[in-house]
């Protein structure tokens, strides 16, 4: 979800042996472009943002918790989630 190249990789069937030369020329071009940690915190945030913020929602509001419950659990999620985000983002 973070690193924009695995759609290239996945147009050709995963294999980049049986590629044609258009595939490796557009990898030699763009194959690191926005690898960067704070690029992968960016699509981390709006992972947890849009996915761990209302999971952990529905089922407080669910077990009927505040919602200072929520912010606090759902923060800690969305945090985790932009670390996880910039550490898979970067690492090359």
Request: aromatic letters at 18%; hydrophobic letters at 50%; one cysteine or more.
């Amino acid at each position: 979800m973070v690193i924009h190249q695995w759609g290239a990789t996945g147009m050709i069937g995963g294999d980049p042996s049986v590629a044609k030369p258009s595939f490796n020329a557009f990898m030699a071009d763009y194959g690191t472009a926005f690898r960067t940690f704070k690029h992968g915190m960016l699509h981390g945030f709006f992972a947890g943002l849009f996915f761990a913020l209302p999971v952990v929602g529905t089922n407080s509001l669910f077990e009927q918790r505040s919602w200072k419950y929520i912010l606090v659990t759902g923060g800690y999620w969305v945090v985790c989630c932009m670390i996880m985000g910039g550490i898979v983002c970067a690492w090359q």
